[in-house]
């Protein structure tokens, strides 16, 4: 168990539709990272967030979108859902400035029909 | 661009034999590399790391040595059991204090036979 949690496990919606993946960081890390893991494009990093303040994009499309609360824990939000967007989404943590290590989460498995 | 390029397999061996999985990088940068392990049906969980030229990161059995000359983080293992069956995903991250996100491979699957 890597202290990172995710919400929900598992996503099926339709084309067209919003959704909320939500993650909650270890405990006192500061930084959340968003990945999207798919056959075709593999492991791909998407945003960073630190302290609640944006720090790198990745190759986020403008559909999707992500904030950091101040309680640290994250949302990445996905507009205008389409087939492809179907994939695991991970999301990870870590201190930031002390280390690079990023610990994962277990992953929600989205599915858009 | 930054770029990891490494073996997809799957690789096939039967228990107790010697692994090597090459890793090969890209980096616009001086990077840390790290070997990531995911089993079915979870997360990555990291399994060792190195951040500068000649570290050896080690863990559970497994080694690999980051050599700058040849680009390159070669994950081994002496002797596998069936239990390390799993993708490995090799890794880097360039920015330093990691406000980048790290940049992977495709992933090796490895299966590992009694």
């Known amino acids: 168990d890597s202290g990172v949690t995710q919400t929900p496990k598992h996503l099926i919606t339709a084309t067209g539709q919003r959704v909320t993946l939500r993650c909650s960081p270890r405990?006192?890390?500061?930084?959340v990272y968003w990945y999207q893991q798919s056959l075709d494009q593999g492991l791909q990093f998407l945003i960073h967030y630190y302290n609640g303040e944006e720090r790198a994009k990745g190759n986020i499309l403008e559909r999707f979108s992500a904030q950091q609360f101040p309680d640290l824990h994250s949302e990445l939000n996905l507009s205008s859902l389409e087939l492809g967007d179907s994939a695991l989404y991970f999301c990870a943590s870590s201190v930031v400035a002390l280390t690079d290590t990023q610990y994962f989460g277990p992953g929600t498995r989205l599915t858009v029909l | 661009g930054n770029s990891v390029t490494q073996m997809e397999g799957p690789v096939t061996l039967s228990e107790e034999a010697f692994l090597t999985i090459n890793c090969t990088y890209t980096?616009?940068?001086?990077?840390?590399l790290f070997w990531y392990v995911q089993y079915p049906g979870e997360g990555l969980q990291l399994l060792l790391k190195?951040?500068?030229?000649?570290d050896k990161g080690s863990n559970k059995g497994f080694e690999a040595t980051y050599r700058k000359e040849t680009t390159s983080f070669h994950l081994e293992k002496g002797s596998v059991q069936v239990s390390d069956s799993a993708v490995y995903f090799c890794?880097?991250?360039?920015?330093?204090?990691?406000?980048?996100?790290?940049?992977f491979g495709k992933g090796t699957h490895l299966i590992i036979q009694p």
């Open positions: 405990s006192g890390d500061l930084s």
């Open positions: 190195a951040t500068k030229a000649d």
């Open positions: 980096a616009t940068g001086y990077p840390s």
């Open positions: 890794a880097l991250s360039v920015s330093g204090g990691g406000a980048d996100g790290l940049t």
